[in-house]
């Protein structure tokens, strides 16, 4: 997507580690504008795909998935970071490696159970934790997995090899190649 590749050579900035940051547009300043233009590229590419719900991981997927929920008119559903007072929840359990720990997720099973047709929003794929995790709770509440948006796939740590090679349907929307040297490679 071409507005969004531009934007993250403007504003994007490299950290150690394979990081990159997009606190100007996305994870703390956020440019509605762009947000809804990434959801309507979103609708797009999954619009062969019967869904009723978009799901999400608190708290950097929320904004993109609530625009897409808007569009398509679909309830948006995030999984929170325990602990939490909720009952009857289904529970996973995530390695971040950008903080280098594990954090338990839950989601209610009033809001995630059989017959759900999900579509998985978020901001970055990098290594595919946070999408395993999410792929773990659908597989508990009996639900299908339709498709997985990412604004932004690091290629170069293949969680989205991974994600493909099991047969989901993901789409992203700027594949970074590398950071190498922090100089940002997207793919044309
Ligand atoms: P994964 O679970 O695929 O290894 O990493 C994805 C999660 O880690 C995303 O939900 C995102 O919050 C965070 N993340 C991974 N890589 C980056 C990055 O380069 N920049 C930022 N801002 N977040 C990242």
Do not use: W
């Not at 071409?2 to 994007?12: F, M, N, P, V």
């Not at 998985?120 to 595919?128: E, H, S």
């Not at 989901?168 to 950071?179: D, G, N, P």
């Amino acid at each position: 997507m071409k507005a969004l590749k531009e934007r993250i050579i403007r504003d994007g900035k490299c950290f150690e580690g394979g990081i990159l940051k997009v606190d100007n547009f996305i994870n703390h300043q956020m440019d509605p504008i762009l947000m809804k233009s990434m959801a309507v590229e979103f609708v797009r590419r999954f619009a062969g795909s019967s869904i009723n719900k978009i799901l999400t991981i608190e708290a950097s997927g929320i904004a993109p998935a609530i625009m897409v929920g808007y569009l398509l008119e679909l309830p948006v559903v995030f999984a929170k970071k325990k602990p939490s007072t909720m009952e009857n929840m289904l529970t996973t359990t995530v390695y971040s490696f950008t903080k280098d720990r594990t954090y338990d997720v839950c989601i209610s099973k009033d809001y995630l159970h059989e017959g759900d047709k999900v579509l998985f929003i978020d901001d970055f794929l990098a290594n595919g934790n946070a999408a395993n995790g999410i792929i773990d709770l659908v597989d508990k509440a009996g639900a299908e997995l339709v498709g997985m948006g990412f604004l932004i796939e690091k290629a170069f740590q293949h969680g989205g090899d991974e994600l493909r090679s099991q047969g989901i349907h993901v789409e992203s929307l700027a594949i970074i190649e590398s950071l190498d040297g922090c100089k940002i490679k997207i793919r044309d």
